[in-house]
């Protein structure tokens, strides 16, 4: 088991990166931002500087989407940050539930999310990738296909996952609900002919570290 930190963008710039260095230290493995760049600050800068001045933890959004920039546009990112960090981006990617609400807009469908993860890994990779009939390559890439993460919970999303994803995110902590959302996305995986270990699990518990009143829990 490992553990990761994922920061939503509210928190000052120099706090957020002193709590990044102080997961790091703690044997951290992972650090993420939020992405509704309306709701919160941009996070690929943020990404950017939080990759640069750790040393072992990888950096990615979680999650973004394939709608509210270019795929190429998002996969330069990610590429550019996997160079600056030596190999440490990775990238969750989801409809685009908040983000594109937050413009008046619905989240993609499931079918253009799965065309979503395979173009931006392929492109992160270093591969032609042929969008809206024209030809991409990121031709300074590292060559390092990005692991793409995608968060599902419905069974069209979870069977799109067990198809292309690195990594499945779940945003709840519940034992009983990851098993069985992660039993989903395992059938679509066995119906894909790929082993189980080819995907990860991530269950992100939502917590409040500080100071509480427990009268409010009970």
């Known amino acids: 088991m490992e553990f990761g930190v994922c920061f939503k963008g509210d928190i000052a710039p120099a706090r957020t990166l002193k709590l990044a260095q102080r ?6 493995t ?22 640069t001045n750790t040393e072992v933890m990888t950096w ?31 990238c969750g990617i989801g409809r685009g539930d908040s983000s594109l609400r937050m413009q008046g807009k619905r989240p993609r469908k499931v079918a253009e999310l799965e065309q979503g993860v395979k173009d931006i890994r ?14 991409f390559e990121l031709v300074w890439s590292n060559g390092r296909p990005v692991p793409m993460w ?7 999303a979870l069977a799109s996952a067990g198809r292309v994803a690195d990594g499945l995110v779940l945003q709840i902590a519940d034992p009983f609900l990851v098993d069985w959302f992660t039993t989903q996305m395992r059938a679509s995986m066995d119906e894909a002919g790929r082993p189980h270990s080819e995907v990860k ?18």
């Open 23 to 28: 997961a790091e230290e703690l044997g951290f």
């Open 30 to 51: 992972s650090g993420w931002i939020f992405d509704s760049h309306i709701l919160w600050r941009a996070c690929y800068p943020m990404l950017t500087y939080l990759a």
């Open 60 to 90: 990615g959004p979680l999650v973004t989407n394939p709608a509210v920039r270019a795929e190429h546009v998002t996969a330069s990112a990610l590429a550019t940050i996997d160079i600056l960090s030596d190999g440490r981006a990775a």
């Open 122 to 135: 392929a492109l992160t990779a270093g591969a032609t990738v042929n969008l809206d009939g024209h030809d």
């Open 150 to 156: 995608v968060a599902a919970y419905g069974p069209m």
């Open 201 to 218: 699990i991530m269950s992100c518990a939502p917590t409040w570290v500080g100071d509480m009143d427990l009268s409010l829990i009970h």
